[in-house]
């Protein structure tokens, strides 16, 4: 007879979980729901590019969003639920690093996206190209005038 062990892994005590536990957590405000809103949006949109890179980047770039925002929920939250001393904000600490990691990220991806765009835009003529045609075509005008004048 075969015997299945579980494991059990600990709850993680990221924002400081005894700073969160047994409170009930505030609900969303007007502020986050929109965000949220706007998150699905890009996803959506994101979705139906039809470059399939694109369209994963900012899928995952998305995912990792609405990570951002819970964190912001969870650490605004902690912070407003306590005293304001250095031991909880010590205990509060590494969630707004994972913050600031999964922020560092949504902007890695967002630049590599907005890369791939400009990738596929159609270079304009270089305004550059245009000026030494202009310039002989003035310094040649200058040089029969002066010619004229003798």
């Given at each position: 007879?075969?015997?299945?062990?579980e494991i059990v892994h600990p709850a993680p005590t990221m924002v400081g979980a005894d700073d969160v536990?047994?409170?009930n957590p505030a609900p969303p405000t007007a502020s986050?729901?929109?965000?949220?809103?706007?998150?699905?949006?890009y996803q959506a949109r994101s979705l139906e590019k039809s470059d399939?890179?694109?369209a994963n980047l900012g899928s995952i770039n998305s995912g990792l969003m609405?990570?951002?925002l819970w964190l912001d929920e969870m650490i605004e939250h902690a912070?407003?639920?306590g005293p304001r001393d250095i031991e909880r904000l010590a205990r509060?600490?590494?969630a707004i690093e994972m913050h600031l990691r999964v922020t560092r990220q949504v902007d890695r991806f967002a630049q590599i996206e907005l890369?791939?765009?400009e990738a596929r835009q159609p270079k304009p003529p270089s305004p550059q190209a245009a000026v030494p045609c202009l310039e002989h075509s003035v310094q040649g005008d200058i040089g029969q005038s002066e010619d004229s004048e003798s």
């Open positions: 007879m075969e015997t299945r062990t536990a047994g409170a986050h729901a929109a965000r949220l809103r706007r998150v699905h949006d399939s890179l694109e609405c990570v951002a912070m407003a639920s509060i600490f590494p890369r791939a765009q």
